[in-house]
Nanobody
Framework: QVRLVESGGGLVQAGGSLRLSCAAA?????????MAWFRQAPGKQRELVAA???????NYADSVKGRFTISKDSAKNTMYLQMSSLKPEDTAVYYC????????????WGQGTQVTVSS
């Protein structure tokens, strides 16, 4: 069982940048079909932000395309989310998650990391 831990959140001004990290505290990300970043803003449902598959295929929510970049480093057993040109509407708790194969559900949720963008 893979357990992921998010870090890197914080307070940043609009237009700024942050890099989130998602490290595997147990297990290896090499075995995972998909890794993804989600976010949940106050009063809203959790939404998919970006995903990356085992061979490195990526996809993004329309709201972050061109501003966020998802990547992974198998040697460090870590996934990243580089966020640029941040907007106040990006304010949310960000979570990472995984699934073993394309058709399996995502795993358990961690505590996430808070990102707050001030205007």
């Amino acid at each position: 069982q893979v357990r992921l831990v998010e870090s890197g959140g914080g307070l940043v001004q609009a237009g700024g940048s942050l890099r989130l990290s998602c490290a595997a505290a147990s297990g290896s990300i090499l075995s995972l079909h998909t890794m993804a970043w989600f976010r949940q803003a106050p009063g809203k449902q959790r939404e998919l932000v970006a995903a990356i598959t085992k061979p490195g295929i990526t996809n993004y929510a329309d709201s972050v395309k061109g501003r966020f970049t998802i990547s992974k480093d198998s040697a460090k057993n870590t996934m990243y989310l580089q966020m640029s040109s941040l907007k106040p509407e990006d304010t949310a708790v960000y979570y990472c998650n995984w699934r073993l194969i394309a058709t399996s559900p995502f795993g358990s949720w961690g505590q996430g990391t808070q990102v707050t963008v001030s205007s």
